[in-house]
């Protein structure tokens, strides 16, 4: 809004504010966000920590010794021992179920029969959580599987006494129900091979006999019998050497149904290298299965893991690097593995499709020595993980979070970039900005993370390969952290939107030399932490470009003119001035100057982003901030022209200030240019009336005062504003006639 004083004694005061309102600078273009589609999220949330169990506190030794959660993903349990993982000292074990947000925790400890037991081990929960299985003592040949009626209070007994079985790799499994358990044992009746081998049994029952090692080919040795699983129906899996002297003839086999065959037909030298699978491997239908066979190379052995059909025995890979922990979904349709680049990934077989779990974080201080890892809920979206060592915390994983996943966890609504590309010179940098909220509020954001996948020892993008990480942040970083504190990009502190402003390419990266035609897209992943211990990955892409005809920049000045209106001699009023890059390239300010009255000074310190200096480098969508202030020395209007250089084509860009000095009591008020609220002025015979800017119309007045005018939209400037003009002409008119 423009105001002024009277104009009893200069008429040139009417043309100034004729001039001023006719006057209209077109407004410039606005900065443009190019959002991002989200492809995939994933929410990491604690739901139990070391405090929450009732025997320890910070300074107690807790490490967890197994974890298991119910097919349903509805319950979790968890071993604990105060004396480290090997002891068998029964003083030293605690047993839990919690529900899968970690409420309604449960000590079972307790319910333990025989005064407690030590060495527990393998724990595995029915299909909806009811019963808890377990096996102790740890070491020893001769051991027992135990149950708890999680359903009924917790109350815990023998499930199977005295199974004779010295291999730990995958002591049993059980049915859906939790009725029945199969597992190696041999019975000793006799000492001959046909008391050996794989059994079953139902709760609470003695040992039948499944499979014999007189049905399998070879030699008679227990030892070289694993116990694999088994499906819900009894479909048997296993692995068999038959001749110790044999350096190539393990094979994987299914009993149970029917007689030992073997799956795939092949002797290789090894399967299953890792010597611990305690989770699934079989489908719950006992048609599929999963198989890691070794390939050797010239650089070393390395395990593909193939999916297997137990019907025919054909085989394919699903994934052809170093792979361990392996577990199939109950389904078919999925697997976790790790393999270098991936750690606990979920694959979709069907499609390829990977979707990292916790490699990504390992460098970003969360959970650190996770080494427990339940098996996939049945609907292939859910597990739970804890670090094994020091202390306890429990985190459950959702692949496809929804409103359950969100509770806890960090979300990210949205990501948007300054630029739709991002051009390979390693010079041009794209603002990253990530908008958060959290159910503790924003205070407990701890931090947030952008970086692009595909590094050694990170998630390997399975729409592209196996090389460096594209992208760079700051130096040669792969990850950078984004801030919402007002800096690096941020345009608020505090208002729940993180920005990243170092993303380039980095040119020592194998990617660019594989994928040569350009654009291509690199995949993005945005990570979450909060202070509670929650965290979300949410992934997306950015296309990387070679060509830069598109790529310019463009300034925007704003405000590009300001009137001061009348300030009194001797004070000062203030305008914070915003340079924004609104392109798709850098803006290479090279020179900020202001030139004009000498009541007006530049300070490019000024304003919440400041550019610190006449020569910035803003990145697309990014700004910078400075402050022009009007101190008047005399009553006269007084102009100033803002100049800014840069590599815009329409540099250099001006922006025009104006202000009047008054003296006069009846003059003063305040005044703007954009949309305001303008000042009240009191004259000397009477008092002139309040106006609103923007929209607004000024009321009229009496006295002294001259009625304010409105700013109105360019479009009507040759009219509207020349006619509101007049109208306060004629109202100053009637103030005259009134004026000494």
Not at 78 to 100: E, F, K, R
Not at 117 to 133: D, H, T, V
Not at 161 to 178: C, E, H, M, Q, W
Not at 188 to 213: F, H, I, K, S, W
């Amino acid at each position: 809004m423009l105001r002024y004083g009277k104009m009893t004694t200069r008429t040139i005061g009417l043309f100034g504010a004729l001039l001023g309102v006719v006057a209209c600078v077109v407004p410039a273009a606005t900065a443009v966000d190019h959002i991002a589609t989200i492809e995939h999220s994933q929410t990491i949330t604690r739901i139990l920590q070391q405090s929450d169990l009732s025997f320890a506190d910070e300074e107690t030794v807790v490490s967890l010794g197994w974890l298991a959660c119910s097919a349903d993903g509805q319950k979790v349990a968890l071993i604990v021992s105060t004396c480290g993982v090997l002891s068998d000292d029964p003083a030293c074990w605690h047993l839990y179920v919690m529900n899968a947000d970690g409420t309604g925790l449960v000590d079972l400890t307790s319910k333990l029969p025989d005064s407690g037991l030590g060495g527990l081990r393998y724990a595995q929960m029915n299909y909806n959580g009811s019963k808890l299985f377990f096996v102790s003592p740890l070491f020893g040949t001769n051991h027992s599987y135990y149950v708890c009626d999680v359903a009924t209070g917790g109350t815990c007994n023998v499930a199977v006494a005295n199974v004779i079985n010295s291999d730990f790799r995958k002591p049993y499994t059980l049915n859906d129900a939790g009725t029945r358990l199969w597992f190696k044992h041999d019975d000793q009746t006799d000492g001959e091979c046909d008391t050996v081998g794989l059994y079953r049994a139902d709760v609470g029952g003695a040992p039948v006999q499944v499979m014999g090692l007189d049905d399998l080919p070879g030699t008679c040795n227990v030892n070289n019998l694993k116990f694999l699983g088994a499906s819900d129906a009894g479909r048997v899996l296993m692995q068999w050497q038959p001749d110790n002297s044999c350096s190539h003839c393990q094979s994987m086999y299914i009993a149970g149904d029917t007689a030992p065959t073997k799956r795939p037909n092949e002797d290789i030298t090894y399967v299953w290298e890792n010597q611990d699978l305690p989770h699934r491997v079989i489908s719950a239908d006992g048609s599929a299965a999963l198989y890691c066979r070794n390939r050797i190379t010239g650089t070393g052995t390395f395990y593909d893991l193939q999916l297997v059909n137990l019907n025919t025995g054909a085989a394919s890979t699903v994934v052809d690097r170093n792979t361990s922990v392996q577990t199939l979904s109950r389904d078919g349709a999925f697997c976790r593995f790790n393999a270098t680049g991936n750690s606990y990934s979920l694959l979709e077989i069907a499609t390829s499709a990977v979707h990292d779990t916790l490699v990504s974080l390992t460098n970003l201080a969360v959970p650190s020595g996770t080494s427990l890892i339940t098996d996939i809920t049945d609907d292939n979206q859910r597990w739970f993980t804890a670090n094994g060592e020091q202390y306890a915390k429990v985190h459950r994983i959702d692949m496809n979070p929804g409103e359950d996943g969100y509770a806890q966890a960090p979300q990210v609504t949205q990501i948007a970039f300054g630029s739709p590309v991002i051009l390979n010179d390693d010079v041009m940098r794209v603002l990253t900005k990530v908008t958060v909220s959290d159910a503790q509020g924003l205070a407990d954001i701890d931090a947030v993370y952008v970086m692009s996948l595909g590094d050694y020892g990170r998630e390997v993008a399975e729409w592209y390969g196996f090389f460096r990480t594209p992208l760079g942040f700051g130096g040669d970083s792969s990850a950078g952290t984004a801030v919402d504190d007002g800096t690096d990009g941020d345009f608020a502190a505090g208002d729940g939107v993180f920005t990243c402003n170092t993303m380039r390419t980095r040119s020592s990266s194998e990617f660019y030399a594989h994928y040569t035609d350009m654009p291509i897209e690199v995949p993005i992943r945005v990570i979450v932490k909060d202070k509670s211990d929650n965290y979300t990955m949410v992934d997306t892409r950015l296309a990387v470009t070679n060509d830069d005809t598109n790529l310019v920049p463009a300034i925007i000045v704003d405000p590009q003119f300001h009137d001061f209106g009348n300030v009194a001699i001797g004070s000062s009023a203030t305008k914070t001035i915003t340079v924004t890059n609104g392109g798709t390239r850098e803006l290479a300010i090279t020179n900020i100057a202001l030139a004009g009255s000498d009541a007006f000074t530049l300070d490019l310190d000024g304003g919440t982003r400041p550019a610190a200096g006449s020569q910035v480098t803003i990145y697309g969508s990014d700004s910078r901030t400075m402050i022009v202030t009007f101190q008047p020395t005399g009553t006269d209007p007084v102009t100033a022209t803002l100049t800014v250089e840069s590599n815009a084509s329409t540099s250099p860009t001006e922006a025009t200030y104006r202000g009047t000095g008054t003296t006069d009591a009846g003059d003063t008020g305040d005044g703007t240019g954009e949309n305001g609220t303008g000042g009240d002025g009191t004259g000397g015979d009477g008092t002139g009336g309040g106006g609103t800017g923007g929209d607004g119309t000024g009321g009229g007045g009496t006295g002294g005062g001259l009625a304010p005018v409105a700013a109105a939209p360019c479009p009507f400037a040759s009219t509207t504003l020349v006619s509101m003009a007049i109208v306060g002409l004629l109202l100053t008119g009637r103030g005259r006639r009134k004026s000494r």
